[in-house]
């Protein structure tokens, strides 16, 4: 797969640009609170603002690439980084909060960029593991970005980060500008996007619920950590235990590549839900890194199964914007499951937070299990 021309250049891209991208939200809070002393209630709403553009902005964006192809799709995020940003990083809070929706609006669709390129670049016998290698870049991001942002917040400031941020993301995205990836395979016969055109089908819509069913999990087991290291007493080890749940997923993501068969994704979801819920449970700092390594191995597996399937079951006509909305689903998910899973910790506790999340992604993978098996024999899917 590797050996694929412009593959790895791709790869390299696309780290580059998701690296800021991660660190993003950590960055906006801080800016609030520290920069322009707000509070943290007030950096939630920035953070709403930033994750409403996102959710808006991301089908649109895949739409462009479908019908303008990649550079003049790109050309608008790579503007609004040299324009709203470094705005942003000078701004009351009251001028942030717009500002913070256009930078959601127009955040390159990286994921979507990525996902199309390489199901056009390569043949769908490897899509697998093409997929599951970007989930694992994807968690080296997430990894290093919230700490590289944060170290440089100490150093410098807020505004200065934000501006790195910004720097960064724009030279991931000339560097895929420069590479132009292709988003139609070769072969491809090209099909006319007319309106009327449907598309988007009863397998895709499960593949959507089902990604944001795996953000809800996947909040339960970000916010969950934070309050179990708090109540603890042991905060300071936040970093190890992030450090060895991202580690599973870019294992778990591995092996998944290297199968020669899928997993279907709602049965992913569903051992995901069943592996969080009692990770609340543990009583130890140590105790609770080794519980999220389980629900962890499955993280990129379920993020690489859904992608997979979503562009088996695409035209590549419409898999920019099919890719788009994943994307939304991720972000949606992860917005509604935040503040439930935040009123569940605070009521209940930090093992409630687990039990919520867990439990919300273990029924939304048993109802996608049992619709799937109410239809008829010859249009169950493998989703």
């Not at 898999?319 to 939304?328: F, K």
Request: glycine share 10%.
């Amino acid at each position: 797969m590797l050996r694929s021309p412009g593959t790895v250049p791709l790869y390299i891209a696309a780290f580059l640009a998701r690296i800021p991208l991660m660190a993003l939200p950590l960055v906006l809070t801080l800016l609030v609170v520290e920069g322009l002393d707000g509070s943290y209630g007030q950096a939630g709403l920035i953070a709403a603002a930033e994750t409403v553009g996102a959710a808006i902005g991301a089908p649109w964006r895949g739409r462009l690439i479908d019908r303008l192809g990649l550079r003049r799709a790109l050309l608008p995020s790579i503007a609004v980084l040299f324009v709203v940003y470094p705005l942003a990083a000078v701004s009351t809070y009251l001028w942030l909060l717009p500002l913070a929706f256009v930078a959601g609006l127009f955040i390159a669709p990286v994921h979507s960029i990525v996902r199309i390129s390489l199901a056009a670049r390569l043949p769908s016998s490897h899509h697998r593991s093409a997929f599951a290698l970007d989930s694992v870049c994807a968690e080296a991001s997430f990894i290093i970005g919230p700490a590289a942002a944060g170290a440089l917040v100490v150093a410098a400031s807020p505004q200065v980060a934000l501006v790195a941020v910004a720097g960064t993301v724009a030279i991931g995205l000339g560097i895929l500008w420069r590479l132009d990836p292709p988003t139609r395979s070769a072969d491809s016969v090209a099909v006319a996007r007319e309106p009327g055109t449907r598309w988007l089908t009863t397998d895709l819509v499960f593949l959507f619920l089902i990604s944001g069913g795996a953000m809800i999990a996947l909040m339960a087991t970000d916010l969950g950590i934070i309050a179990v290291l708090r109540e603890l007493d042991a905060v300071g080890l936040v970093g190890v235990v992030y450090l060895g749940w991202g580690l599973s997923s870019l294992v778990g993501g591995l092996i998944y590549g290297a199968r020669p068969a899928s997993i279907r994704p709602s049965y992913l979801l569903l051992a995901m839900g069943v592996l969080t819920i009692p990770i609340g449970i543990a009583h130890t700092p140590w105790v609770l890194a080794v519980a999220c390594i389980p629900a962890g191995l499955l993280c990129a597996p379920i993020m690489t199964a859904c992608s997979e399937w979503i562009a088996k079951l695409t035209d590549e006509a419409w898999r920019g914007e099919a890719m788009g909305y994943q994307a939304t689903a991720f972000t949606v998910g992860g917005a509604v499951a935040a503040p439930l899973i935040g009123l569940a910790i605070d009521h209940e506790g930090a093992a409630a937070g687990f039990a919520v999340g867990g439990g919300a992604a273990l029924l939304i993978a048993l109802g996608s299990l049992a619709a799937q098996r109410s239809r008829r024999p010859a249009e169950v899917s493998e989703t």
